[in-house]
């Protein structure tokens, strides 16, 4: 029994040490696509896209890990938690890692349009703050940290504020000036790209509430409801 345990406790430490690892290159993905977005640097744009991979690969080995654990070893209580909490988070850190994606496509074809100036610094600066959360709620995940999660949730209204402030003033800018209707466009985008990075930290926390406490709860509904 006991030589079974310390099997099932070395897979779930591969399995901690994969996730870890995943979560890095995600927040770095998210990162470096907002720098890509900030400095209008196409070819940054094109190395995450390309690195996209990579976290794709880590989410699907994760997903066989836990699977395999569940069938050989049937951990029940706490250890079905942790292991269903993986299986969870690494589905929405792989989300993240896609709208990284997503921003750098939209860098890409934004080349060489029109620039708007007061909303490009309203998106580094919500771009500074979802890079902060991703980076935050992995600290919170390794660290099991409940208080974190909670605080991280309720900071999530800062985005939705942001992408509202974002799109109001993108729609008075295009209304006045035709040109910036293309940027406009996409600057809406890249924008809203960052506020659902912010819904998936939600959920993260959501899943670190469950390993905690095996409550399943909805953290900050309110705040996605309003958009």
């Not at 992408?163 to 209304?175: A, F, G, P």
Request: charged fraction near 30%; aromatic fraction near 8%.
């Amino acid at each position: 029994m006991k030589e079974l345990r310390k099997t099932f406790n070395n897979e779930l430490n591969k399995m901690h040490v994969r996730f870890a690892e995943m979560g890095m290159m995600t927040h770095e993905a998210i990162f470096r696509s907002v720098k890509a977005f900030v400095d209008h640097d196409k070819e940054l744009s094109r190395e995450v896209i390309a690195r996209d991979q990579a976290i794709n690969e880590c989410e699907n080995e994760l997903e066989k890990m836990t699977l395999e654990v569940i069938a050989l070893y049937q951990p029940v209580t706490a250890d079905l938690r942790d292991v269903i909490t993986i299986l969870k988070a690494s589905s929405d850190i792989e989300r993240i890692g896609d709208h990284a994606v997503s921003i750098c496509h939209a860098t890409i074809k934004m080349k060489g349009s029109q620039r708007i100036a007061a909303v490009e610094v309203e998106i580094a600066k919500m771009g500074d703050y979802t890079c902060s959360m991703v980076e935050q709620v992995l600290d919170a995940y390794v660290n099991r940290d409940l208080e974190a999660a909670y605080k991280l949730a309720k900071e999530d209204r800062f985005l939705d504020q942001e992408l509202k402030k974002i799109r109001s003033l993108c729609m008075k800018v295009m209304q006045q000036e035709p040109d910036a209707v293309f940027s406009g466009s996409y600057y809406i985008s890249i924008a809203t790209y960052l506020e659902r990075i912010g819904d998936y930290v939600t959920n993260v926390c959501e899943w670190i509430v469950f390993l905690q406490l095996g409550e399943i709860v909805e953290l900050n509904p309110s705040a996605r409801n309003e958009l």
